[in-house]
């Protein structure tokens, strides 16, 4: 034990405390207004908002300390935040014991892929060109996200964005990224651009929420949102460490995204999963050189999105006054690295080269269809273009497999 304390320090320093909180950041800004509008259209209470602000915060920072302290890789834990737009749509057609129920029905489904294995050998058995170009396509939009922030705010997010390039040329102890937040921060607060909410601030304990069971809640929300977990979040997450030249345990992140989603029902949260972005900004290169100490931002991260979940009711309403340019735009810095090697792994691959663009083009659309967002899609549709007309690389690559599963029976 004091061993792992001990491997857990040394690994803590400025870039992986940095990443883990600017990751924090950006899960406790932009994706937390979704939340609490969702909650306002459907009719929620104060205290029923806080309360699945709590479960989805508390028990994703929770599950990410645990995948991260388990395995010591960056696998960060949140929610499904296209999950939180489509709670958003059905909390307006069902009551939240409704919700609920539908909920614990998505966790149920999810942890029942994960302990069937399944998922884990659907994710070996995707070529890894394609699963990057989803990545590439799902999260282009933070980078265009930084650009489209110059032109609202050309101040806040062309000094920020100044602010890295200079860094990075010539200030090497500090990570560039958080040098440009603290910049950006102080110019927003110069001009006065930090703007309160209407929620008060207020200390709120979480309540129990009951589950009801309705089919069509069921249809509506459960399967969509247990196809949102599994395919854009775990999937973002895998290709994202994948592409960092980790091997993440699939199954097990499958499994416990389940459980997170069957416990957070009971609170009202709609999900806590494996999560995609915060894992991109954890695994990148802004968290450091070494590989293997980058599992330290995700410590980080957990532990504020634990104190942010226990304390949703008085930090929402300053954390939410942050400039949403500003978070843009250093979500787009942060993704920086990311985006590149996912490009580089997608393209300098000879093979499923037609597929990994209609993964790419699908994933950049942003198509919904039956509720279920892009990404999965852009897997899908990347896997049938390339078994349509890159057969041979599908050849290929189990002749490939099977050989390398040989040598390493002959190694052993």
Not at 19 to 40: E, H, K, S
Not at 70 to 92: H, M, N, R, W
Not at 188 to 205: D, H, P, V, Y
Not at 263 to 278: C, D, E, Q, W, Y
């Amino acid at each position: 034990m004091k061993n792992e304390q001990g491997n857990l320090l040394k690994h803590l320093n400025v870039n992986t405390i940095s990443a883990g909180t600017l990751a924090a950041i950006f899960g406790c800004t932009g994706p937390a207004l979704i939340v609490i509008g969702g909650a306002q259209n459907g009719g929620l209470t104060q205290a029923e908002t806080i309360s699945w602000l709590f479960a989805i915060y508390f028990f994703g920072g929770l599950l990410g300390l645990i995948l991260s302290l388990k395995y010591k890789q960056p696998i960060a834990g949140a929610y499904s935040i296209p999950g939180a737009v489509l709670v958003a749509g059905a909390l307006t057609h069902f009551s939240l014991s409704e919700a609920a129920g539908a909920y614990l029905v998505s966790g149920i489904i999810v942890f029942v892929l994960g302990i069937s294995g399944l998922i884990g050998k659907v994710m070996h058995w995707l070529p890894v060109p394609i699963v990057m170009a989803m990545i590439v396509g799902a999260m282009i939009r933070f980078g265009t996200g930084m650009i489209t922030s110059v032109e609202e705010a050309p101040l806040i997010a062309g000094t920020a964005i100044l602010v890295y390039l200079v860094s990075s040329r010539f200030i090497s102890k500090v990570p560039p990224i958080l040098t440009a937040f603290l910049v950006a921060v102080l110019l927003a607060l110069g001009m006065n651009q930090f703007q309160m909410g209407t929620m008060e601030s207020s200390f709120i304990l979480p309540g129990f929420v009951a589950p009801s069971f309705s089919i069509d809640a069921i249809f509506s929300i459960s399967i969509p949102l247990a196809l949102l977990v599994i395919g854009a979040e775990n999937a973002q997450a895998s290709g994202v460490l994948i592409a960092q030249d980790y091997k993440p345990p699939i199954n097990a992140m499958t499994i416990l995204s389940g459980v997170g989603g069957i416990i957070t029902s009971l609170f009202g949260g709609h999900n806590a999963n494996v999560a995609g972005p915060m894992t991109a900004i954890c695994a990148s290169e802004e968290a450091g050189k070494d590989k293997k100490g980058r599992y330290a931002s995700v410590v980080v991260n957990g532990v504020l999105f634990v104190a942010f979940g226990l304390l949703a009711g008085v930090a929402v309403p300053f954390v939410t006054a942050m400039p949403s340019v500003l978070i843009g735009t250093v979500a787009g810095l942060a993704m920086i690295g990311v985006l590149l090697s996912s490009l580089q792994s997608a393209f300098s691959n000879p093979r499923f080269q037609i597929g990994s663009f209609f993964a790419l083009v699908i994933g950049m659309s942003g198509v919904s269809f039956f509720n279920i967002s892009s990404p999965f899609w852009a897997i899908l549709g990347g896997v049938l273009v390339s078994l349509i007309i890159e057969k041979k690389d599908f050849d290929e690559l189990k002749q490939n497999r099977k050989e390398s599963a040989r040598t390493h029976v002959e190694t052993a």
